[in-house]
């Protein structure tokens, strides 16, 4: 018998001779369809993005009468349009700090990529930027330096010059670090609950603890919001959650809840006096897509459903049913640990777990969830959810780790989704 060809599709964060893919075809609410009619719960909002949930006709209404309008025209130099000019007073009136700017990208990493330029360019003289371990910022050379998770950067070295990391809630190894450099570091840069590093809050303090340091020895303090901004941990921003101030602020995902692809930065005062003060500077960066007026119309609608609907709220209820679901697994002994906050969350597993194997038995029960390394499984749901599918993501994950128990690893389908 002949191996299954490659597809031509070369897949991100996949073995490149993988072949056994899911086609997710259709979408609707907080559920998504494959190729063979089977049903399955999003369980990680596709990839931490869907707040407003699949299938939302307003969104592709608002993109497709934007195509006819104007399909697309830049932003650099002088030019400008009305969708990217609304979407940037409707952010800055959101950002959680005053007199906030905006700087659009295409998505997450290009946003942390354009937030290292403008931290640099803002404390001339300052090149070191200080990040976490664990964390996620993503792929881009910037974006993958910054990130704390060292299978990511293997092999593609030279990384950035002048990141250091430290551990991610270790405040006293960062005031050593400024105790040590605090007159050469531009910036710290901190998701306020790691993500896709594994699902972390913050300790108690440490964002805040962070915030001064920055403060004492002159830094700028980025939090990157490309998960908690838009709702997820039910406020705006993981900033407001947390009681701390940022100079910058990056996001993506939730600002259209995918249905294009978007994102930026939010330039708080300090850079801004930084940047407008100098008349010599022009800022010599931005991307073709800087601003796309199809992408900032999907966001003005997104954020549309998101007020309308109260979703920023909502995150609140589907957490606190997600985390006391899976609170009560972790109280049964069933897996090591819950942790996470608002509407993002996830189960640490015992040694002899396989997070990957979990997530395949979840599949054959139609709950996507998302497996981190082999020992974590992450949920991080559409803010529409309905409750009882929240709870059938806890009874899914229930009923894999027992099937697996008894299979010893093995998986043994017993329903083949819906
Ligand atoms: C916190 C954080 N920053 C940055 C990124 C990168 O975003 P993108 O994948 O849109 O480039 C991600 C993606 O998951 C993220 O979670």
């Known amino acids: 018998m002949t191996a299954p060809a490659v597809p031509a599709l070369l897949h991100p964060f996949a073995r490149p001779a993988r072949t056994d893919y899911l086609r997710i075809v259709r979408g609707s609410g907080a559920h998504v369809w494959d190729d063979a009619g089977r049903r399955y719960v999003d369980a990680m909002a596709s990839l931490w993005y869907c707040n407003v949930g699949h299938g939302r006709t307003e969104i592709a209404d608002a993109v497709a009468g934007q195509l006819r309008t104007l399909d697309a025209f830049h932003l650099f130099e002088r030019f400008t349009n009305p969708p990217a000019e609304a979407l940037a007073e409707l952010l800055a009136g959101l950002a959680p700090m005053p007199g ?3 700087f659009l990208t295409s998505g997450g990493s290009e946003a942390v990529d354009s937030a290292l330029k403008l931290a640099r360019l803002a404390r001339p003289g300052r090149t070191l930027v200080v990040s976490r371990t664990p964390s996620y910022h993503g792929v881009t050379y910037g974006a993958t330096t910054l990130t704390g998770l060292p299978p990511n950067r293997a092999g593609v070295g030279p990384l950035v010059g002048d990141v250091v990391q430290v551990g991610k809630d270790d405040l006293e190894a960062t005031a050593a670090l400024f105790a040590e450099h605090g007159e050469r570091i531009a910036a710290v840069v901190a998701e306020p609950v790691v993500g896709a590093g594994g699902v972390h809050p913050p300790a108690p303090g440490y964002l805040t603890g962070l915030r001064e340091l920055c403060d004492r020895h002159g830094a700028l303090l980025v939090l990157d ?6 709702g997820r941990l039910g406020t705006w921003w993981g900033a407001q959650r947390y009681g701390v101030t940022p100079d910058l602020v990056t996001f993506a995902k939730a600002v259209t809840s995918g249905y294009q ?12 006096a930084a940047l407008e003060g100098d008349p010599e500077l022009v800022l010599r960066t931005g991307h073709t897509y800087s601003g796309h007026p199809a ?8 954020l549309a459903i998101t007020e309308r609907e109260g979703l920023v709220e909502r995150a609140t209820v589907v957490g606190d049913r997600l985390g006391a679901g899976l609170d009560a697994l972790a109280a049964d002994g069933l897996v090591a640990e819950a942790r996470g906050d608002g509407a993002v969350r996830a189960v640490g597993l015992h040694p002899g777990q396989d997070a990957v194997a979990l997530r395949d038995a979840m599949l054959a029960d139609g709950v996507i969830a998302r497996p981190i390394g082999t020992s974590t499984v992450a949920f991080c749901p559409p803010l529409v959810i309905d409750l009882a599918d929240v709870d059938r993501c806890v009874e899914v994950l229930a009923g894999a780790i027992a099937r697996l128990v008894t299979s010893g690893g093995r998986d043994v389908p017993v329903m083949g989704g819906r």
């Open 261 to 272: 692809p978007l994102g930026g930065v939010l330039v708080g005062a300090r850079v801004r």
């Open 100 to 102: 906030a700017r905006v």
């Open 225 to 230: 919001e490309v998960i908690c901004g838009f």
């Open 295 to 302: 992408a900032c119309a999907a966001g003005l609608a997104a």
